[in-house]
């Protein structure tokens, strides 16, 4: 196997686990939808009460990795509240994948075909 090969593969293997990262940082409950997440995860300190009437919307983030809950209670004067939960080591995992294969790709491009 060429040094362009095994480059390929590495940067094939960062583009697996990159994605696994992605899946798992954007979605940190597990099985739920983001919405479903943000209804068991914790209501913000601020505003309130939160029952039935009010209002959530779920929006995943890409950096850092994670959701953001906003939360709107017509019963308040505060406003919208954001409740952000974050996967810290999904977006490690997810940095370090690009860098590791970013290098690769560029050991790959500049390795010179060995002749036959």
């Given amino acids: 196997m060429t040094s362009r090969a095994k480059a390929l593969v590495v940067v ?7 994605g696994g990262a992605v899946l798992v940082g954007t979605n ?3 099985r739920h939808s983001a919405l479903g997440q943000c ?6 300190p601020v505003g309130g009460p939160y029952f039935e009437d009010s209002s959530v ?5 890409l950096v850092p990795l994670g959701l953001d809950c906003w939360w709107d209670s017509p019963r308040d004067a505060v406003g919208p509240q954001v ?5 810290w080591a999904a977006t490690a995992v997810l940095t370090l994948s690009a860098v590791v294969g970013v290098g690769a790709a ?4 500049r390795t010179p075909e060995e002749p036959r």
């Avoid at 094939?12 to 990159?18: E, G, N, T």
């Avoid at 919307?57 to 983030?61: G, H, M």
């Fill in 12 to 18: 094939l293997v960062c583009l697996v686990i990159a």
């Fill in 83 to 87: 409740a952000p939960h974050r996967s």
């Fill in 39 to 44: 209804l068991y995860m914790s209501t913000p």
């Fill in 57 to 61: 919307v779920a929006k995943q983030r």
């Fill in 28 to 30: 940190p409950g597990g």
């Fill in 106 to 109: 560029v050991v790959a491009l």
